[in-house]
């Protein structure tokens, strides 16, 4: 059935997420060049609430691209063709980023773990004494299975490391819990606005340090859009090698006013609140997490599906209500379905969720 396009849906699914808006109403400015003074100015803007909310002091660039394409540039430039990098996997997304970096050439080694497990930093150590590498490439947050990896754990592992390059994908935790890209040393962390962000998709970000630029120096096919140097040789100038989203960029500069006006640690408390009533939930209703205990994501509940639902028909019924979920992603569709609580979602529209979702089961049983 062909939906209406103009009907308000509200989006529990990881990405694209709901957008508020005040948020989709910001893009409607008119237009500046990229070249003038406005938008040096709106740029430069950007930049002092972005390292706040990365909470680095390195630069954070643009892209115009979804969070992939950072990836790409991540790989690309911190890795020289002599050398190898390390991926860590436990799902769909940490999984296609090891497969970028191959696309890319690179050699590339895998440390795997089942789905809905966390990569344990014992097994980073391992592979790290083992052998050396220019990079170690993880995912904090796998939003396939809803699992958030110990990065402040992985950090304390590569301390030990310090010439290799510590490439984190914060995509689907980015504004939704805290991300201490300068304590945890992070080399490149990496987001994208259709997350917690809670922007319509289409940028990304990356706080990239100084040790990446002097890596990528050394790298010899770097390409060009995603070339790290290139990219910063503009961001000196508060601005981007090609042209950028500019409306895109209007809506996260409002975003990011909003976001410090709520006060990051309480937008990542509001977070953890959603994701301990999203668990409580699932228990009460009779499902289990996918996810391992004691790695379950701030943003995303992934739910094994135990009660055996058709999560088709569940996400029909929703759609009269106005909302929709995620099915299990890739492997695990019917296995699985997804709840995002993340972005400006509050206390109350997850209320509306799950006393839907009630609804729904109690017709079915
Ligand atoms: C953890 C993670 N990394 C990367 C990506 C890819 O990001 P994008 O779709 O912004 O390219 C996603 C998308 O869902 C994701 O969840």
Redesign the pocket.
């Known amino acids: 059935m062909a939906s209406n396009p103009s009907e308000h849906v509200r989006l529990f699914i990881?990405?694209p997420v709901e957008v508020r808006p005040e948020i989709l109403h910001a893009q409607t400015r008119w237009m500046i060049g990229h070249r003038s003074k406005d938008f040096a100015d709106l740029y430069a803007r950007m930049q002092g609430k972005l390292k706040q909310t990365f909470y680095t002091e390195n630069p954070v660039y643009l892209y115009t691209?979804?969070?992939?394409?950072i990836?790409e540039s991540a790989s690309r430039c911190g890795v020289r063709d002599e050398a190898k990098i390390l991926h860590l996997t436990c799902g769909a997304?940490?999984e296609?980023?090891a497969e970028v970096s191959q696309l890319n050439g690179k050699q590339t080694d895998v440390i795997a773990v089942e789905w809905g497990k966390a990569v344990k930093p014992e097994q980073l150590a391992e592979a790290l004494q083992r052998e050396r590498y220019d990079a170690v490439a993880c995912?904090?947050?796998?939003?396939?299975t809803g699992v958030c990896n110990p990065i402040p754990e992985y950090a304390e592992v590569l301390r030990d490391y310090p010439d290799t390059l510590f490439l984190v994908?914060?995509?689907?935790?980015f504004a939704g819990t805290k991300i201490e890209t300068d304590a945890w040393g992070i080399d490149v962390c990496l987001t994208?606005?259709?997350?917690a962000f809670a922007l319509p998709?289409g940028m990304?970000f990356g706080a990239v340090s100084p040790a990446v630029l002097e890596r990528a120096r050394q790298v010899k096919n770097r390409g060009y859009y995603f070339d790290m140097l290139e990219i910063d040789k503009h961001h000196q100038k508060n601005n981007t090698p090609a042209t950028p989203p500019i409306s895109l960029m209007y809506a996260a500069d409002q975003q990011l006013d909003d976001m410090l006006a709520e006060g990051l640690d309480a937008r990542f408390a509001r977070h953890q609140q959603l994701a301990e009533r999203t668990r409580a939930w699932v228990q009460a209703a009779g499902f289990e997490m996918y996810s391992e205990e004691g790695y379950h994501s701030p943003t995303v509940s992934t739910v094994a599906n135990t009660r055996n639902i058709d999560i088709a028909a569940l996400n029909s019924f929703l759609r009269t209500r106005g909302m929709t979920i995620s099915n299990g992603y890739g492997k695990l569709k019917g296995q699985s379905f997804r709840i995002a609580h993340m972005g400006d979602c509050q206390m109350e529209h997850l209320d509306a969720l799950f006393a839907a979702m009630d609804e729904f089961l109690q017709k079915e049983a």
Do not use: C, I, L, Y
């Open positions: 990881p990405g691209s979804s969070g992939t394409g990836w997304f940490s296609r980023w995912v904090m947050n796998e939003t396939s994908d914060v995509v689907s935790a994208s606005t259709q997350k998709p990304a």
